[in-house]
């Protein structure tokens, strides 16, 4: 929910609970002072009650947000420990080709030097 919406459900809801509680005064014809006490009352609990309302929106919305926080960081970290896995693939492959190519060259070098003990 946005600020501006949250910063005015207090004032809404007093004011609707004024407008119910006036209407209901007037229908049984109560004195004009009892009217203004009641509606002072009305218009205090429900401006509390609108208060609270907000505190626990609030509340739920920055849980979301932590919530939502820590999945981003938890995404991140799977991406980075695939990443780091991957780099050990690659240096893994890397090690075998130049070890794959080592041996070659070993072989290479005895076949050059049979061939050359073949000559003589």
Same mark, same amino acid.
């Given at each position: 929910m946005e600020n501006k919406k949250k910063k005015n459900l207090p004032l809404l809801l007093m004011l609707l609970a004024g407008i119910i509680s006036w209407t209901i005064t007037f229908i049984f014809q109560y004195t004009l002072i009892s009217k203004l006490i009641i509606l002072l009352c009305v218009l205090f609990i429900?401006?509390?009650?609108? /208060? /609270?309302? =907000?505190? =626990?929106?609030?509340s739920f919305?920055? *849980?979301q947000n932590i919530d939502e926080t *820590?999945? =981003?960081i938890e995404k991140e970290l799977e991406k980075e420990e695939e990443k780091e896995e991957?780099? *050990?693939?690659?240096? =893994?492959?890397? *090690?075998a080709k130049k070890e794959v190519k080592k041996e070659a060259k070993k072989e290479a070098k005895k076949e050059a030097k049979k061939e050359d003990s073949k000559i003589k």
């Open positions: 429900f401006y509390c009650v609108g /208060l /609270l309302i =907000v505190a =626990v929106l609030t919305e920055k *849980e *820590e999945k =981003v991957e780099e *050990e693939k690659k240096e =893994v492959k890397k *090690e």
